[in-house]
């Protein structure tokens, strides 16, 4: 499984962004997908994950409220919804993709810069 991050930017404190995480393989429906965040200086965090299907849901509680997690596996593709960005949510986003028995798939990372 490859992974590709999109969609970070630069914006304001209270605006919105939208993050896709996609996927190579016919078997991304197999793997839960997270994402994760690092800002400067900072270590590396969770932020939300997606099971398989999409019926279940996690969030650090920075972003609850504030965050969505989708997916689409017909289109082999992760979505983080982020409204109501503030400056502590700027770091590069991650997202990973893991399996029970396998070696977990990251993808690179993609810059989100939100400012005051």
């Known amino acids: 499984v490859q992974l590709q991050a999109s969609g970070g930017g630069l914006v304001q404190a209270g605006d919105s962004l939208s993050l896709s995480c996609a996927a190579s393989?016919?078997?991304?429906?197999?793997?839960?997908v997270g994402w994760f965040r690092q800002a400067p200086g900072k270590e590396r965090e969770f932020v939300s994950a997606?099971?398989?299907?999409?019926?279940?849901?996690d969030y650090v509680d920075s972003v609850k409220g504030r965050f969505t997690i989708s997916r689409d596996n017909a289109k082999n593709t992760v979505y983080l919804q982020m409204n109501s960005l503030n400056t502590e949510d700027t770091a590069v986003y991650f997202c990973?993709?893991?399996?029970?028995?396998?070696?977990?798939?990251w993808g690179q990372g993609t810059l989100v810069t939100v400012s005051s």
């Open positions: 393989g016919r078997t991304f429906r197999d793997y839960v």
């Open positions: 990973k993709a893991a399996k029970f028995g396998r070696p977990p798939y």
């Open positions: 997606i099971n398989r299907n999409g019926y279940r849901t």
